[in-house]
């Protein structure tokens, strides 16, 4: 049964494509459960319904996929067993080693994650889970539009943790699902003062007070609206992107997408801040010197840090941004990363959807400096 929900949830991710079942039980199926042929591409799917995995189950599949005819050009493993960020590192690493090799690449996907993926094919969900379905609705979905995002002064998010994990789990739905959907972040200072610029204009004789006044707001307005909008983009990117999400499975668990979401906010608007009681570092990509997130990992967090990455040197420091752990690489890399991809993209006219092409939005390749 989970080898049959394998091939649907991977067929409705590929229209036009052809999948079936490989082998039974008792045959020989080198690694591969399901394959998946979208145009030029062999997609092998290793189906574990197990309640945990590890490194040398995966690396056995893997040996045992290489022996495939014809050769597959992506090994998915998909799992019963729940999210395990360094087994989707270790994936991750061995899809680096095969590139050098020209062979398929390799990716880890836990329940968490196939759930995240379920929520944008709502037919292969009633298929499986109908107890989730009235019989009235037939399965289709009724998600609130809820795609204003409203921020006070400060920068923070004014929904409680449970409301912005909801909106993010909606949100994300309605923008990959309906291309009219907009997104828009409501800046509690920015309404106000549109609101203000339009009580000015109401009135039909203006003053030269009126005017200034009006003017200031227009300067401030000027001001803030491109950063809002530029969070605007960068909220969009945490939601829809699945390169940037699926490294830390981000969007199978929501509670841990609102909090970097918190993240986000300040860092895209308000931009890198210094304080001296934290650790500076910094990510980039070697392709783009340009493109950099700064990050502060803060007094609390550092000991864990230091702990995990023996190797770093306060002058000179390199490595995979998964090295901040499964833990504090979720709630520091990924907002940086997606912060200085949309600033890379404001400040030097170059689309997100051109870096997104680049693989720029693979938070796995960047590096990780000391600043």
Request: aromatic residues 8%; glycine residues 6%.
């Amino acid at each position: 049964m989970f080898e049959k929900f394998a091939l649907d949830l991977w067929g409705a991710q590929h229209p036009g494509s052809n999948s079936t079942l490989y082998g039974r039980n008792g045959q020989g199926q080198n690694g591969v459960d399901v394959v998946v042929r979208s145009g030029d591409r062999l997609i092998g799917l290793q189906c574990k319904a197990v309640g945990k995995l590890d490194q040398i189950t995966i690396q056995t599949e893997v040996n045992r996929a290489k022996r495939f005819t014809p050769s597959i050009s992506d090994l998915v493993v998909v799992t019963t067993a729940p999210h395990d960020a360094k087994l989707v590192s270790y994936a991750e690493t061995l899809t680096r080693q095969h590139k050098q090799t020209n062979l398929f690449s390799v990716s880890y996907h836990g329940w968490d994650d196939l759930l995240r993926i379920l929520e944008d094919h709502q037919s292969v969900a009633l298929k499986y889970f109908p107890e989730f379905f009235s019989t009235t609705d037939k399965g289709r979905a009724s998600l609130t539009r809820a795609l204003r995002l409203p921020l006070d002064r400060e920068l923070n998010i004014m929904l409680s943790d449970e409301e912005l994990a909801l909106f993010c789990s909606e949100a994300s739905w309605e923008l990959k699902n309906d291309p009219s959907a907009v997104f828009a972040i409501d800046h509690v200072d920015e309404q106000r003062a549109i609101t203000m610029v339009a009580e000015i204009e109401a009135v039909e004789v203006l003053s030269a007070e009126a005017r200034t006044a009006r003017s200031g707001l227009r300067e401030y307005l000027a001001h803030l609206a491109p950063k809002t909008r530029r969070a605007e983009v960068a909220a969009r990117l945490l939601l829809t992107d699945d390169a940037l999400r699926s490294p830390w499975l981000v969007g199978g668990c929501w509670p841990e997408t609102a909090a970097t979401m918190r993240r986000l906010m300040p860092q895209v608007i308000a931009g890198a801040t210094a304080h001296p009681d934290r650790l500076p570092l910094k990510i980039g990509l070697p392709a783009h010197p340009k493109l950099v997130g700064y990050i502060d990992i803060d007094v609390e967090d550092r000991p864990a840090f230091e702990d995990q990455c023996k190797t770093f040197n306060p002058r000179y420091f390199i490595g995979g941004v998964h090295d901040l752990g499964s833990a504090l690489g979720l709630k520091y890399a990924l907002p940086a990363g997606i912060a200085a991809l949309v600033a890379y993209s404001a400040f030097h006219g170059v689309p997100v959807e051109e870096l997104q092409r680049d693989n720029t939005s693979s938070i796995y390749f960047w590096g990780l400096y000391a600043a």
